[in-house]
Every structure is written in structure tokens, then in C-alpha cells.
């Protein structure tokens, strides 16, 4: 079993719809969270940052984590075309030996259509 | 315009051959990594560093070595002894303190001849 796991979609939807992206983890040490962007042959970009379990909001995007379940979630209102990408989530435990290590999921592919 | 460079973003490895990807920041971050990704299995890290002249193993050290003279610059080294190179290859970088927020650099496809 992968230590997190993402559905790797496709994912298709139409423009405007809302859209929720989804990882699951076992490792119970973790405790940072973060969803990175990354567009076809290009380097990820970090989307969103939260620390521990909660909700951030970001203009159309909103990051929630739900530690008990060990499930984190990214939700996109009003998709648009340019949302077009695969989204990454990455987690990290913080501190001591594994200060900066990330464990990424596998990616979901994105498409939002006109 | 502060960033990270990867160069190049293409490179062809022959059998038996070593190659080196080049990383640069001017982002005054003092923690490097390295990561490859293939399809359908998102980013393992390969190395990182914290700070000049000291490094760690990641998830996927064999077959690869890395350096770190200056603080700008994070090369790697694919060695002949990595068996199946081919792959995407992605330089981050962050500062101390911030390690959860990593930068990317674009990227250097290899491929093998």
C-alpha cells in the first residue's frame, strides 16, 4: 500500500462546474499539506499550503484536511479552461530527519472543457 | 527575475554513458532537491540538501549522485549504474525553516538512445 494514494481521474468536466480532488494517507505523522499545479511538461507549482487539519481558501480554490479520517481534499469553484492540468497533492511530516521531505500522490489529470 | 533553471530540457543518455543535469536558483534558498517522476507515479526524491557540501539520500539514491559547492547550484549525476533513466527529472528548492513549500524548476526529460 502507497503511504498516499490520489485517484488518478481522468477527470473531465464541463466549465464552471465544481471540482474535488481527493488523497488519502496512512502515515498518521503527517501534518503539512500542500496541492501543487503542474501543466503538461512543465514543473509543479504550489497551489495551496495548510498546516495540521482544516479549511483554506484561496480565491476559487479551497484546501480541506480531516486528519481523523486521514483524507485531504481540494475543491475548484467555477472551473475554467486554464484549470487544465494535473493536480498533485504532497504531504510532509515536518521536523527532525524528514524536515522537507515531501510523499507525493500520484496526480489526477484534469480537463475542464468550454 | 528570481528562479530555477534546469538545463537542458532534453537529454539523450547513451548505454553505459553518464550524464549531469544542471539546477541553478537565485532564489537565496539554501535547501535543494531532486526529484524524477514517471507516469502514473507522481514525484520520488532522488536527493536533497540543506546546506553546501552536505547532502542526503532520498527515496531513490542508486544510481544517481549529486554535489553541492555553492549554494546556487545542485547538479545531478546519472550514472551508468541506473538501469531505467527514463524519466522526467525536477529541481525544487526552499528556503530553511519553509521546507514544505518547495519551488520547481521546469524540468529536464532523459531519455535513452
Known amino acids: 500500500q502507497k503511504e498516499v494514494e490520489q485517484d488518478p481521474g481522468p477527470l473531465s468536466v464541463p466549465e464552471g462546474a465544481i471540482v474535488s480532488l481527493n488523497c488519502t494517507y496512512s502515515n498518521s505523522a503527517f501534518q503539512y499539506f500542500m496541492w501543487y499545479r503542474q501543466y503538461s511538461r512543465k514543473g509543479p507549482e504550489l497551489l495551496m499550503y495548510t498546516y495540521s487539519s482544516g479549511n483554506k481558501e484561496d480565491g476559487r480554490f479551497t484546501a480541506q484536511v480531516d486528519k481523523s479520517s486521514k483524507y485531504i481534499s481540494l475543491f475548484i469553484r467555477d472551473s475554467q479552461p486554464s484549470d487544465s492540468a494535473t493536480y498533485l497533492c504532497?504531504?510532509?511530516?515536518?521536523?527532525?530527519?524528514?524536515?522537507?521531505?515531501?510523499?507525493f500522490g500520484q496526480g489526477t489529470i484534469l480537463t475542464v472543457h468550454p | 527575475d528570481g528562479g530555477i533553471t534546469q538545463s537542458p530540457k532534453y537529454l539523450f543518455r547513451k548505454e553505459g554513458q553518464n550524464v549531469t543535469l544542471s539546477c541553478e536558483q537565485n532564489l537565496n534558498h539554501d535547501a535543494m532537491y531532486w526529484y524524477r517522476q514517471d507516469p502514473g507515479q507522481g514525484l520520488r526524491l532522488i536527493y536533497y540538501s540543506q546546506i553546501v557540501n552536505d547532502f542526503q539520500k532520498g527515496d531513490i539514491a542508486e544510481g544517481y549522485s549529486v554535489s553541492r559547492e555553492k549554494k546556487e547550484s545542485f547538479p545531478l549525476t546519472v550514472t551508468s549504474a541506473q538501469k531505467n533513466p527514463t524519466a522526467f527529472y525536477l529541481c525544487?528548492?526552499?528556503?530553511?525553516?519553509?521546507?514544505?513549500?518547495?519551488?520547481f524548476g521546469p524540468g529536464t526529460r532523459l531519455l535513452v538512445l
Open positions: 504532497a504531504m510532509s511530516e515536518g521536523g527532525g530527519t524528514s524536515y522537507g521531505k515531501l510523499t
Open positions: 525544487a528548492s526552499s528556503r530553511l525553516g519553509s521546507q514544505e513549500t518547495q519551488y
